[in-house]
């Protein structure tokens, strides 16, 4: 099918973001593709529809709104909390389904009470799912990268090694690799024969002769000392790698990585099983526990049904901009993923918002919604 | 049938191949003059020969209109996704070797792995406001070495068509991925290439555009015996 057409349920939906507080964006289709690269990657490329304009401005088909409507948030200065909803057409090169189809979603800006802004969105994900599903058991999962990085922050690991499986959280092949790398370190091609030779002199130890040698070096041959790396940032960051060379995670902290990533319990019970694990772990991890604590207390009031999540420590994205909550919304028993979201504090002062505005969101698949409408056979 | 065979129009590449097709029995003159772009094989009616760029082919081959091509596979792997499904690599060559690597500044001291390269992906907007820079004209081998294989997503794609080299000390990129034979000129421009930043090993190859109707062709079986036969 070349084109979805609206689906049937548009107007309840819509009619359902009203009744949630929010304010309905539209944005347009035609998207300049820079921001969208920046912040998701290249690999993007291949997944969207671009363009060019006349004066060479790489233009795209738009491919999701989160980005779009916080562009036009920053943009219009309205200043924050905001409740945005959208409901529109993306495009986007899929190996199944259409190559165009409509998302929905709300997005919630600058609510700094962090547990109920996530409690709300988790429920009024549910809520919008299972008013068009109305009978259907819905199961959801959780994931909270702030945990894991409280957990890895408390394993007493170099920065460096930190940032390298944060950065990877959510991308379980490569969190694996990672992992088992440093319980068995690469020995050979990891250093230049430059470095040793920089050894040699005695200029590892002394930090001012070596940024001094470099700038001198990348001077002699031609390069900026600006245009790209600087003399400081190499030698800086030459100290960090040694550190990370010298680091082997031991058997028992491996195990417990380990163990913490496995943790895949219902979310009323995942406080207590934390809260275990810390325990038995002697990983301090107070703080991050007793927010996630905070936002499960949150559902709870919030009414949302908190029996169909579950919280799978695992269960990440590996995008920089994502800092805390994930979750996805399936019928129970199949894997169309029909809502996802999370929580992104870090997307708007990356697209240039002057201060720091606390972002979460979700948005639906109303092609898969529709499907699953059809094939429980009946009419909502 | 009759089948097509492509082969790259001028240069080294272009007397190797021909050489190689001598030598398999199959030696190659041109219809008319000896510019032309079409050849054929002498004692055999159902062999035509194209002369066509060395990426050309590699685009003839994917949509099917040449049966055979010889090309490198740089060429065939950046311009064809799902290369492998689409051709079959009938034969190594043994010339026109080249590999595609990963460059960076030989100053980088504390970059020497794609690991290495990682950390500083996953640190560069914070540090420079922008995202890594990657100078190539390979954007296919790229993403699939860089994300496929190392997990780095954050980086952009500078396209460069030429000099690709100069791109990391002129400013215009951080670092690169480009082919190189001999490594001289990635050394001429202070550049080093990282210890598993080889991408690719390429070199010249006999490819076969995977069609229905070769199955069984004994021309197709023939051209592919000759060849193999003298490597």
């Known amino acids: 099918m070349a084109l979805i057409n609206l689906p049937a349920f548009a107007d309840a939906l819509l009619a359902d973001f009203e009744s949630l507080d929010t304010l309905r964006v539209d944005t347009p289709v035609i ?95 549910m809520r919008v799912v299972a008013n068009r599903l109305p009978g259907r058991a819905l199961s959801v999962t959780l994931g909270d990268q702030a945990v894991f990085e409280a957990v890895v922050g408390a394993c007493g690991l170099p920065a460096g090694w930190q940032k390298r499986l944060i950065h990877a959280f959510g991308d ?51 390069y900026s000392t600006n245009a790209s790396r600087s003399p400081q940032d190499i030698a800086r960051r030459l100290k960090e790698k040694m550190e990370l060379a010298n680091t082997r995670l031991d058997r028992k902290t491996l195990d417990l990585v380990g163990e913490f990533l496995a943790l895949d319990v219902p979310l009323a019970d995942a406080p207590a099983a934390l809260s275990a694990f810390a325990k038995k772990s002697g990983l301090k991890l107070d703080e991050a526990l007793a927010r996630f604590d905070a936002r499960v207390a949150a559902l709870s009031t919030a009414g949302a049904d908190i029996g169909a999540i579950r919280y799978r420590a695992a269960f990440g994205r590996p995008l920089d901009y994502y800092t805390g909550l994930v979750f996805e919304v399936e019928v129970a028993g199949t894997h169309a993923v029909l809502a996802g979201g999370g929580r992104f504090d870090r997307l708007l002062t990356l697209l240039g918002a002057r201060e720091h505005i606390p972002a979460v969101g979700f948005s639906l698949w109303l092609d898969r919604i529709e499907k699953a409408i059809t094939s429980q056979g009946g009419v909502q | 049938m009759t089948i097509t065979i492509a082969l790259p129009s001028k240069g080294r590449m272009k007397d190797d191949a021909s050489a190689i097709f001598e030598r398999a029995g199959m030696k190659i003159v041109a219809v008319g003059n000896d510019r032309s772009y079409r050849g054929r094989v002498e004692g055999s009616d159902d062999v035509e020969i194209a002369f066509l760029s060395a990426s050309e082919i590699s685009r003839e081959l994917g949509n099917g209109l040449i049966d055979f091509g010889v090309t490198g596979e740089d060429l065939v792997r950046e311009g064809l996704a799902n290369a492998d499904a689409r051709v079959e690599f009938c034969a190594r060559l043994g010339f026109g070797h080249a590999d595609v690597v990963v460059a960076v500044p030989e100053i980088w001291y504390d970059v020497d792995t794609m690991a290495d390269l990682g950390d500083v992906a996953a640190d560069f907007r914070a540090r420079h406001g922008r995202r890594l820079a990657i100078a ?39 670092i690169i991925v480009d082919i190189t034979s001999t490594g001289s000129t990635l050394k001429a421009n202070h550049l080093k290439i990282l210890t598993d930043g080889v991408i690719l090993r390429s070199e010249a190859c006999l490819v076969r555009a995977r069609k229905a109707a070769h199955d069984g062709d004994p021309v197709v079986a023939r051209v592919i015996a000759a060849v193999r036969g003298v490597l």
């Open chain 2, 136 to 174: 190539t004209k390979y954007w296919r081998l790229t993403q699939s070495h860089f994300s496929g294989s190392h997990g780095i997503q954050l980086y952009r794609i500078v396209e460069s068509l030429g000099a690709t080299e100069g791109a990391p000390a002129s400013g215009s990129a951080d």
């Open chain 1, 31 to 125: 998207q300049p593709a820079e921001p969208f690269l920046a912040m998701a990657g290249e690999d993007l490329r291949r997944r969207i529809f671009m363009t060019e304009s006349e004066t060479g401005e790489s233009l795209c088909l738009r491919p999701e709104f989160t980005i779009p409507v916080c562009l036009r948030h920053i943009e219009a200065v309205t200043g924050t909390p905001k409740r945005y909803a959208y409901l529109g057409e993306v495009f986007r090169q899929r190996r199944e389904g259409g190559n165009e189809f409509y998302q929905a979603g709300i997005e919630d800006l600058g609510d700094t009470d962090t547990a109920a802004a996530d409690a709300r969105v988790v429920g009024d994900a």
């Open chain 1, 172 to 222: 379980q092949k490569h969190l694996q690799k990672l992992l088992t790398e440093l319980a068995h370190p690469r020995t050979v091609g990891v250093f230049g024969p430059e470095v040793v030779r920089l050894s040699m002199d005695g200029l590892l130890e002394d930090e001012d002769r070596l940024v001094a040698h470099v700038a001198e070096t990348m001077e002699a041959t031609g």
